[in-house]
């Protein structure tokens, strides 16, 4: 005899269970293991993975490394940030804090870099459009990302974690130049004039 | 007057205490959830860009009131409601502590203000999630601590109901499946607490200069909270959905074990699914995130799963069993479409799984995370989870709770019928859009998309203004429904026509109670399983396996769509 939800049933509740239930337990179990498979499947197999270089860092460090980098690879200034071409292969720093995101970066599509996100006050999101990638930015922890651009253009970085009242001014700047040769004409919107050194 | 009434619809024995303890929370829990829904209005106006209601401050301080009453104080009370209600009531069973019950219910309403004061006072904008270096006025995290000590008092007081009824011999056999569930829910909410004053101990004291906090441990374990008490609400609403069933349709338990099994995985595997809010974050690496999110959170992924499939398998067999036999559909076509607390239920299941539960799933996916972290696919998926599933569960309880509990009639009957279909919707429309608006990686909690004030205008296409435009038509509809629930409870609670003690209100016509009350489904007897044609194929619920088996493909599709998106990125890691 079947009882509802609110009857209490016999002190035994414990018995045989029916073919079709059993069928859909089965198969949720299945579905359910593809799902953890698929994690591991992709960090062997896939190209987007979240793990990254990850350790701690004093936001003043960071923040003297990422003025280290702006000094050694500056090539302009855009809207009054510097704006950074830094060689393929190499390490990027990015600081986010109230509400601006330095430097503006000038990187090749098809090279490799490791892309530095750290916050110097509060957490902070890094959210790249029109791309749709986003990364968590916690103050006191770096985040080394491998990055391969894949195609040329003019990407912003927009926050997308709550950091406070000025949240929604704060949008960064990540250029791509395509791989052929006229890498080094002055991508559209970025003046060189007096930046050059 | 004697400490009990017999309850003329169910004949079950109720302790007057227990009745006054589930109408204070209740009424709490409304008021929250007027107030949040106040802050909605202003909210989604604001997000709606062609409207642009509120300045910036007051957009995030409207999203944190909006966030804390919402998800905090109206759903914490009402399942404070809950938990009294499946403990006491039916069980038949006496409020051993009644002054305890009361001064945890003044603690939670004392820490509720204190949060509230220092919300509309501009102290406290630091959203609902309070990440740790925002800093807010340390009473704003001393008014969590105080809520969050009254409700594990309650909890503990709900263990304490059980083991009374058990020792006291109220109700004969083991716990109905209802209460088990909600003891579930109870076991979490005790661990969740614990997480919360872990958190916000040190966090309270961090807000006075006290004391140091890290911001990637404040948010690993403040999601410990934050996560788990998700699954309260998970628990807590599939007891209901248990509950809705049997007390309009009849719906029946169709396997004991398997139900309670599922219960059970909720309660061991929770608690690692907070790693699921920090995929993106720097400071776990990928097999802890792995490990955490996968493995122990596809337990309770099985647990949903399972769930969503007993519960309407239930409701089928049960009408099948009184005579709903004709083909697959026949039940549903037969079904009590215009009580609402059946519909209700249907609404709750079916978003629930369809859109919350898959896109959550989804999200929860270490690498998909990547593509939906803080988007506004996140708003997106738990608007349909918390409150399509457990608001709108809840919503549909109301409509027995205020005659049984209550014992008024339901003002404005009629609109009572159709408010299940307006909220539900408005909610669908709303989170399917805001969810398809994150794809295109508009952020959540964001004051201007078009970033007129920024250093840089990133556009977002065309589309988008067309998404969030959609959006906020299906919010609107979706207020519409939350507005109508709100004024007819209170109109019916305050103002509604009473019941005198022996009404059962059965066969009634033409009054302000749902069908399931003027005319229950009737019990079962033994010939009703003879009279059950044999099964086909499809075996004894052919009609719900047709539709897990439509869930199972949509969710694979939406799945592996996903992947799909991600694979198209640059090389990331
Ligand atoms: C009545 C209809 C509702 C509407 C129209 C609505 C609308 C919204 C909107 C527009 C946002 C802002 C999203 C963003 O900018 O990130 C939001 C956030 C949120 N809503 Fe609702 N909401 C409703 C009901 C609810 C209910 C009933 C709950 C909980 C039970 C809830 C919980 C939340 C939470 C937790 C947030 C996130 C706040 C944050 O990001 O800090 N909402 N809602
Ligand atoms: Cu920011």
């Known amino acids: 005899m079947y009882r509802t939800g609110i009857e209490p049933p016999e002190r035994v509740w414990w018995k045989k269970v029916g073919r079709h239930e059993k069928v859909w337990v089965w198969i949720a179990f299945a579905w359910c293991m593809v799902l953890f498979a698929m994690m591991p499947v992709w960090h062997l197999r896939g190209g987007q993975n979240p793990s990254g270089i990850r350790h701690r860092v004093d936001p003043a460090d960071f923040q003297a490394r990422v ?4 000094r050694e690879h500056q090539v302009g200034t855009d809207n009054g940030l510097p704006v950074v071409a830094p060689p393929p292969g190499s390490d990027v720093y990015l600081q986010a804090s109230q509400f601006a995101w330095i430097p503006v970066v000038r990187l090749r599509q098809g090279a490799e870099y490791t892309l530095h996100l750290s916050s110097l006050d509060v957490n902070h999101g890094f959210a790249l459009y029109p791309l749709n990638i986003n990364f968590q930015v916690v103050p006191g922890y770096d985040y080394g990302l491998r990055i391969v651009p894949n195609e040329p253009g003019e990407f912003y970085v927009m926050c997308n974690e709550f950091c406070g009242i000025g949240h929604h001014l704060m949008v960064g700047k990540i250029i791509v130049e ?5 890498a080094d004409a002055p991508a559209a919107g970025v003046s060189t004039a007096g930046g050059d050194r | 007057m004697s400490a009990f009434r017999t309850c003329p619809t169910t004949g079950l024995q109720v302790h007057r205490t227990a009745d006054r303890l589930i109408k204070a929370n209740a009424v709490v829990a409304t008021v929250a959830l007027l107030v949040g829904g106040i802050a909605a209005v202003l909210v989604l106006l604001t997000r709606w860009e062609a409207v642009l209601l509120l300045e910036a401050d007051m957009f995030y301080r409207m999203l944190t009131v909006h966030g804390m009453n919402m ?73 969590v601590i105080l809520f969050a000590v009254g409700a594990l008092t309650v909890v503990g007081h709900f263990f304490a109901i059980i083991t009374v009824a058990r020792k006291e011999k109220a109700y004969e056999g083991s716990l109905p499946l209802v209460t088990y569930g909600a003891l579930t829910a109870a076991a979490i909410a005790a661990v969740t607490l614990l997480h919360g004053a872990i958190i916000y101990i040190p966090t309270f004291l961090w807000s006075l200069d006290l004391m140091h906090v890290d911001a990637q441990v404040y948010r690993l374990i403040w999601w410990g909270l934050g996560h788990s008490s998700q699954q309260i609400n998970v628990a807590a609403m599939v007891s209901i959905w248990y509950l809705l069933g049997a007390l309009t349709v009849g719906a029946v338990v169709l396997n004991e074990k398997v139900s309670r099994t599922a219960f059970v995985l909720y309660v061991l595997f929770i608690s690692m699914a907070s790693a699921h809010h920090l995929l993106v974050d720097p400071g776990m690496g990928p097999s802890w995130k792995v490990w955490n999110t996968s493995y122990f959170m596809y337990m309770a992924v099985l647990a ?36 609402p607390g059946f519909s209700s239920l249907a609404f709750s299941i079916v978003v629930f799984g369809f859109v919350g539960g898959i896109t959550g799933v989804t999200f929860g996916t270490e690498q998909i995370n990547i593509i939906a972290h803080n988007t506004l696919r996140i708003p997106g998926h738990f608007h349909a989870t918390v409150v ?25 009957y009629p609109l009572a019928r159709i408010q299940p279909y307006i909220f539900a919707i408005g909610m669908l429309i709303f989170s399917m859009a805001m969810t398809f608006a994150g794809t295109f990686g508009v952020p959540r909690r964001h004051w201007d998309i078009g970033f007129t004030q920024a250093l840089f205008q990133p556009e977002f296409t065309p589309a988008v203004n067309l998404i969030i435009g959609v959006m906020a038509v299906g919010g609107l509809i979706a207020i519409t429904g939350g507005a109508i629930y709100i ?31 003027t005319n229950p489904p009737r019990a079962l007897k033994p010939e009703d399983m003879e009279a059950l044609p044999p099964s086909g194929r499809l075996g004894p619920v052919p009609g719900t396996m047709v539709l897990v088996l439509i869930f199972l493909a949509a969710f694979i599709l939406y799945y592996f769509v996903n992947w799909m998106l991600l694979s198209f990125l640059w090389e990331v890691g």
């Open chain 2, 304 to 339: 949903s799963m399972i769930h969503g499939f007993t519960v309407p398998a239930g409701t089928e067999l049960g009408m099948r069993l009184r005579g709903a036999v004709q083909g697959l559909f026949g039940w549903l076509k037969r079904a009590p479409w215009g009580d």
């Open chain 2, 388 to 412: 399509s599933g457990t608001a709108m569960a809840f919503m549909g309880i109301t409509y027995y709770v205020i005659p049984l509990i209550f014992r008024r009639e339901i003002a404005f």
């Open chain 2, 487 to 517: 004024v007819m409870t209170v109109v019916s609670v305050f103002f509604g026509r009473k019941m005198a003690a022996d009404d059962s209100g059965l066969g009634a016509t033409g009054r302000g109670l749902p069908p399931g009350i």
């Open chain 2, 71 to 143: 998800l905090i104080f109206f759903i914490i009370f009402f399942e404070m409601a809950v938990l009294y209600f499946a403990s006491a009531v039916l069980l038949n069973c006496r409020v051993p502590a009644p002054k305890t019950g009361w001064v945890a219910f003044v603690l939670m309403v004392v820490g509720t203000l204190m949060v509230e004061w220092t919300m509309w006072t501009g102290r406290a904008d630091v959203l609902f999630t309070s990440y740790v270096p925002l800093r807010a006025h340390p009473l704003f995290y001393l008014g």
């Open chain 1, 178 to 182: 395509p791989a052929d040769g006229t």
């Open chain 1, 67 to 70: 003025a280290e980098f702006v």
